[in-house]
């Protein structure tokens, strides 16, 4: 009988409706066993050169994977890189994606990116996924306690890079938020601020708001600032996103009960929207701005030059963070030498605190340029 036109030819209905080829089959078609297949497939685990071939030569021959995937397997590269961030909204981490994203474009990667959240149950899902995806590397940012899931990729033989963060035994790009902020401390104490606050998110969720925390209590305790003079909050509502919204209603709270007289002279935050919110909350209290209470930030985001008034801030190059874990991680996978990066960061001197130059040069910083 004629073939009507747009009839399939014989057999490829029979293959478009057969059942989809499973690991099972590919570890019978290459007499081997299913979890060899797995760990040729995912990469955890040494497996002969001519067992490897012979598995991948099934793969390819039943189909196991799409074509895509298949032209992967045979290249033993997927062009794929994962990226772990803890939240992807902020203007911060974002444009960390940027500095990622466009240096992967230049090398034929594409990044899957994966927002926690805030929520470390998230790296639960997200990293076995993209392990299962075949990434060629995988970068985490900022984050903490996520070791048993780090250790996990690099078990699976996937190459790590850690960006602003430090731990031991993997390549790292970071900014040095401990000593910044302690000799921003050290600065403002000799620009004549007596009565130090501290405000920011709880830290257990990112290494790098522990590190300026840290390095706002050595400042005090090395300026021998007596306790009575120095404020510290640590609020978990400001670990998610709307942290403006949440950092003005604690401030307003806040200074609607203390003693303006021996409130700090000079409030200090984890970023400059915990700033912002501060800064929000003091102007429509009644207070004047630095009058009353001098406001820092951290991050240097856009918003801060042009709140009113501006903001001072600790101003470091996001962009330039993504760019260099991207240029770390090609590296590593080249197996070439990999030692860690220490990117530097500048004081943006603004209106909401003012500080003069030498006392910034004084304690080993660096004044960024505002236009102010």
Not at 104 to 125: G, I, K, P, T
Not at 161 to 188: H, I, Q, W
Not at 243 to 254: G, H, P, Q, V
Request: proline residues 4%; contains cysteine.
């Amino acid at each position: 009988m004629r073939k009507g036109i747009g009839m399939q030819p014989e057999g490829t209905k029979l293959r478009s409706i057969a059942r989809r080829c499973t690991i099972y089959d590919v570890a019978k078609h290459a007499q081997v066993s299913p979890s060899t297949v797995s760990h040729v497939l995912n990469g955890t685990a040494s497996i002969s050169a001519s067992t490897k071939k012979r598995i991948l030569a099934s793969v390819e021959e039943l189909g196991y994977r799409p074509n895509a995937n298949a032209r992967a397997l045979r290249q033993l590269h997927s062009h794929l890189l994962g990226v772990i961030f803890p939240d992807i909204s902020s203007e911060y981490y974002a444009s960390c994606t940027a500095g990622i994203i466009q240096q992967a474009r230049r090398h034929n990667y594409v990044v899957l990116a994966n927002d926690l959240h805030f929520d470390n149950d998230v790296l639960r899902s997200s990293v076995p996924a993209l392990v299962e995806r075949r990434v060629d590397g995988m970068i985490f940012v900022g984050g903490i306690r996520d070791e048993e899931y780090i250790r996990m990729v690099v078990d699976a033989g996937v190459p790590v890079v850690l960006g602003d963060r430090l731990l031991e035994g993997y390549p790292c790009v970071e900014f040095n938020n401990f000593e910044t902020m302690r000799k921003l401390v050290s600065a403002l104490h000799d620009a004549g601020y007596r009565r130090f606050g501290y405000v920011g998110e709880a830290i257990n969720q990112q290494q790098n708001l522990e590190r300026r925390y840290s390095g706002f209590l050595a400042g005090v305790k090395e300026r021998d600032i007596p306790s009575s003079d120095i404020f510290v909050r640590l609020e978990d509502s400001l670990n998610f996103s709307g942290k403006i919204n949440s950092a003005y209603t604690f401030f307003r709270n806040y200074f609607a009960k203390v003693d303006w007289k021996r409130m700090p002279q000079v409030m200090l935050t984890s970023n400059d929207m915990v700033a912002m919110g501060c800064m929000s909350a003091a102007l429509r209290s009644g207070l004047r701005v630095p009058e009353d209470i001098a406001i820092v930030g951290f991050d240097n985001i856009s918003l801060a030059a042009f709140s009113t008034p501006s903001i001072t801030s600790v101003e470091q190059n996001p962009y330039e963070l993504g760019s260099c874990c991207f240029a770390q991680m090609i590296k590593k996978m080249r197996g070439e030498e990999v030692p860690n990066i220490m990117l530097s960061q500048q004081i943006a001197v603004r209106k909401s605190a003012p500080i003069p130059e030498e006392c910034l040069i004084r304690n080993g910083l660096t004044l960024a340029n505002t236009n102010e």
